[in-house]
Each structure stands twice: as C-alpha cells, then as structure tokens.
DNA sequence: AAAAATAATACACACGTGTGCAATTGAGAT
DNA sequence: ATCTCAATTGCACACGTGTGTATTATTTTT
C-alpha cells in the first residue's frame, strides 16, 4: 500500500517519470493522447503530487502562516477563518502560530516558519516585541510578510490597521456629547501602535472637548478578565468616579461590568462602557454598551491579498499599507 | 543572499556534508572536535534545516493538521489554541482547514492532507457528512487520524467526545427540579451523534421526568443567529408556550435571547434558556441562563495525546476513545 | 616497525519532482 | 528513397537531507 508516484505511473505506462511529469502539468510538448492516458491513469489510481518534493524541487512552498498573539480571541479567529478560506480557494494551506503574547516564543516562531519554507507569513505581534529582529530575519529569507492590526513600525512590509487614533477620538466625541466629563481609559504599553494610537486619539479628544477631569489613563500589562476587574475597581473607587470607561479589550471589559454591577451603577445611564470587538453577545446582553467594531473580515481579506500580490510579483519593493475604519456601535440605542 | 545548506557548511569546513548532517544529529561516530566546529559554524551563519527536504527523504512531515466546521467558533478556537500549544512544543506545526460545514469541502482538504503530507490529523466532522469515505483515504495513506466532539462512527479511529447523552439527561432533570413542565430543545440533524445523543438524553429526560408537554424538538439545519430567531420566534408564539428552551449552540442561543427580549419575557423566572459553551459574556450579562460547559481545553489534549501516541507507536491497532463529562452552570446562581 | 584494530570521514544513493537538452520518431517535401 | 524539420519522448541533473558502505586516518598491539 505504497504511496503512488509519478515514477509509477511511468512505469505502468512504459513512459519515462519526465514524460509523466510534463503531461500532468498539460505541457504542450506532450502529444494529446499521452496526455490524456496519463491523466486517465493518474485519476484511476489516485495519484496525488507530492508537496515535499515539489517544495523541495522549487524551493517554493504553498503554505503560508498567520503569526498571532492569540488563536482564541475572537477577533484573531476570525481573521484566521477568513484567510484560511481564502488561500484554501487559491491553493495554499494555512498553518498557525500563536506567540501566546511572548516575544521570545516569537522568535522561535519565525525560526519554525524559515525551517519550513513557508511562502508567505500575515503577523500580529506579541505584547512585548519591540525590537522586530526576528522579523527583519523573515526578509532576509525573501519571505513576505504582512503585518496587521499590531505592527512593527521599524521594518519595511505592508501593514493593515484600523484607525485606532480615530476611533478613540470620536469616542471620546461621543461621550462627551452625551455629557460625559469623567472619561476614564485602561489600555495597554505604549509601545505597540495600537494602543499608542489609541491613546493619542484619547488625548487629542479629551482637549477637543475641553474636559476639566484630569486625564485618567491606566496601563496594563495583561489582558484578562482579572486584570479588567482590578483597574475597573480601582478607578470606581476614586472620588471622583468616572462617568464613562474605554477598555482596549474585549476581557477588560468583562472585568468592568463585573465591578460596575458590583458598585450597583446602572449602564448606561450612571456609567457609560466603551470595549473593543463585536462579540454578539454584546447585542443582547442588558449591560447597554458602546462597541468599537473592527471590520474583520475586510482586514482579513486585505492581508490576504496584499500578501498574494507580494508572492505572485518577484518585484518586492511594493509597499502599500491599508488602513480601515472601525464602527462605532451604541448598543444602547440598538436593543429595545 | 541564499539560503545555507549543509553543503555549504561542508564546503566552508572542508568536510562532506553527511558529515556535517551527522555532527548536526550529535551522531558518535563524529569526532567531537568536529562536531564543536560544525555546530559552532551552524549557529554563526544561521543555518537552518530545510525540512521540506527532510520530509522528502523520510516519507514523513512535522505537520498536524486541525479540520473543523469553523475556525471562528469558540470551541473550535479554544482546541485549535491548546493543540497548536501542545503540537509547537513537541516539534510540530499545526495547519488549520475549515470545512464550512461542506462535506465536498471536507474532501478537498483531505486531499490536500495528502498532498501535503501532514503526519497527523485531528478532525472534527461537518454538518452533512454522513458517508466517511474521504477519512477512509487517510487511513489508505497511513496517515493517523482522531475525531473530536462530532465524530464519524463508521470508521475505526481514537475519538475524544464529550458524553451530550447525561449532557441533556442532566439538564432536563435540572429543568424540571425548578418546575419546568414545557421544556423545548433546538437541535441539528440526527445523523450526528453530537444532536442524536443529546436528543435521546432530552427524550429519556422528558420520560424519567413525566412530562406531560408533548416532546418538543426542532431540527435546524444551520446554526446562526437569524436561526435561533426564527425558531425560538415560532416556540413561543405557540399555545402553550415553552417554560424552558435548550439550544444545542452557541449562536442558537442569541437568537432565542433576542426573542425573549421581544416578546418581554423574563429569564430566569418566565422561561429559562439553556445553551451550550462558555462565553464569558454569559456570565456577564443579567440574561440569567444556563451553559452547558465543555472542557475545550482537555478535549484539546486528549486528541493530541491520543494523535501522538500514534504517531510515535508504528502501531495502529490502539484505538482508544474518551469521553467528558460536561459542567452545568446556571449562572443565575452565579452572579449577584 | 609492521600489522591489526578502531576511529573518523568521504562516497554514493535515495526520496519525488521539474526542466534543459539530447535523442528518437514521424511526416512531409524533394 | 533521402532529407528536413517538427513533434514527441527520454536522459541527466538538481533541490537538501540522511544513511549504508567504502575509504582513509589514527591509534593500538605485537
């Protein structure tokens, strides 16, 4: 019960493997009736072409990578599912690494992914990376890479975001056009772009709208429900207590509304909550918050592509980056 | 810029490349002095080894394969990120396929399985497949092979399940403990054991319990939101309407949450809602429900477990199922 | 110092595939 | 019947690695 090679095809066939070779691929040096007997026998005993040797042989390989933080969180699922769909439609196979937010297992990623002559890697990196060494390497290699959502400022690849600086600003518009004046953020180190950016709208909002509550902006170093629960408690105990809270995570917020059902404050009249993602759960729950909508599946399909057009091109000096807007979601004014 | 091979390793030291591949392996027969320099010259230029080669010459790969209905649900995440853990720390990469809940789709990737030569799969079946004949191929090849939670019963392999039988058993008991006497279950199709099993705990339920409601069970065929809605809509426009709904997924449920906003009812006191996995939303939102809890994250090891057990033993005559038992949460207990 | 034994390295081949080039076949033209 | 040219197929090699075996280098023994 061997595996069927196109050395027995040729054998059974008194052709040589090239000849095989040739008519499999629909070369038109092979004559039409070779071509299609060989098909025909091909089909019969179920050949299936080796992608070893192929990979091997063209020093190319047909697997690309998605490089996350994190497979279970929802929104890096989702980008997973649309880009395994995609490459699965376009002929490649998808194979996932998940940095568990450490830069280190990071590192020894990309060391997997060169080992393995992946063609072409879409990366959101891990909490802790700075240095973007590891991915500098990947280059070296002539690997495409695309980054998304986290990116890596210092390295020259194309880049897919949200809007992250916008997003908070108009936040913050909102909130204070509702007549929140006690705008409280917990996000995450300010190395990473998103957060960065993020804070930044949040500022830039927080002077637009002249608000006299002095800036409150917490930094955290996990994302967790606990983490959430423990910054929420915190700024909810302070005189004076926030009227509005950001979460940069989907988990944080958990933690908050813990605490804020905790405290007994009703949303979103006494508190306002603002989280990151579109969890449809968040539809249907009573807690009546302000959902910042990332547009998944665009972002999917534009990493997708951007890194199709950088392995079908040799030329790899085509640097575009997209950058999408997110939607920003008042659940309260959704559910009746 | 090209890639270092051991030849080139060889060449630099003035040695053949069998030897370099030898020092590399830590073979004995390599003169330790040798060995330093070799392995010394490796990690200075950066080699890495070119595992496409490898698979060519050993007939086998490092690459497990994951197929699932949807990358994007939460249990199949949550399995998708333990394995891929598990699978990375023992040498291995984990390429994901989703079927879309296509059985043609389901053939395609396993094809590609072969083609691609993973050593390894974990798989859990789509909606509509009911012939395995595609998962008989993996056999064919030698290729290893474990189903998880929807499983083919035809077809000799490891299974890891969870028991959906006492599942339901245990919370139309809980059910009618609280003085449900119209307890409803939304399923799938029964040629899965998922929905079959759960069916027959609901139905020896309903029987144990003495229900006089006349068993209440719709099929549906796709599991969404608009789904659930549709459903749960028709449960309870009808005469007399439900007192308790079990929904055997996790987007069923949002569905029959929003129509029981609309239609004003209270839960957990006008009717209780059941549903399956474990947002972390649920126990968040004041929809006081209860959730069947699957333990994702030892199915997820079990199935590597079992997977590598195989892929280490050159026999293959172990075939070991396991099953788990499920957590009932009611989270009406659960939160203040 | 020569022979024997052992250690260390080199050689050749295989894994399955694709491609440049040579060899063969066949047909048409003279 | 011979020549030409095109159509078709075969041959040889390469991709990077590992392993059985032959070969060389080194040590031990007599």
Excluded: W
């Excluded at 979460?247 to 405290?263: M, N, Q, T, W």
């Amino acid at each position: 019960m061997k595996r069927i090679t196109i050395k027995d095809i040729a054998r059974e066939l008194n052709l040589h493997h090239s000849t095989v070779s040739r008519a499999l691929r629909n070369d038109a040096s092979v004559r039409e009736e070779t071509r299609i007997r060989v098909s025909n026998y091909a089909r019969e005993c179920g050949y299936q072409i080796n992608m070893s040797a192929l990979h091997l042989r063209g020093n190319k390989s047909n697997t690309l990578a998605v490089v996350v933080p994190n497979i279970n969180h929802n929104f890096f699922s989702n980008i997973i599912s649309v880009f395994t769909n995609l490459a699965f439609q376009n002929g490649y196979v998808v194979s996932v690494f998940q940095s568990n937010e450490s830069s280190v297992q990071e590192g020894e990623i990309i060391n997997a992914l060169i080992k393995n002559n992946v063609a072409g890697v879409i990366a959101s990196i891990a909490m802790d990376t700075i240095n973007p060494a590891h991915f500098e390497l990947l280059k070296q290699y002539r690997i495409p890479l695309v980054f998304f959502d986290r990116i890596c400022h210092g390295i020259a690849v194309p880049k897919v975001t949200v809007d992250n600086y916008s997003a908070l600003l108009e936040v913050v518009n909102i909130l204070a056009r509702k007549g929140c004046t006690r705008i409280a953020h917990i996000t995450g180190g300010s190395k990473m772009n998103v957060f960065k950016d993020r804070q930044r709208g949040y500022l830039d909002g927080i002077k637009q709208n002249k608000l006299t509550y002095v800036r409150k902006e917490e930094i955290v170093a996990s994302f967790d429900i606990d983490t959430g629960m423990q910054v929420a408690g915190k700024l909810l105990s302070e005189d004076p207590v926030p009227d509005a809270i950001i979460c940069d995570s989907h988990f944080l917020v958990l933690g908050a509304i813990f605490k804020i059902k905790e405290k007994g404050l009703k949303m979103p009249d006494d508190i306002k909550l603002v989280g990151f993602g579109d969890n449809p759960y968040v539809q249907v729950t009573s807690s009546k918050m302000i959902t910042v909508v990332q547009p998944d599946e665009a972002i999917a399909e534009a990493a997708f592509d951007l890194l199709l057009r950088k392995l079908e091109n040799r030329e790899d000096d085509i640097i575009e980056d997209r950058t999408f807007s997110v939607k920003i979601v008042d659940n309260a004014e959704l559910i009746t």
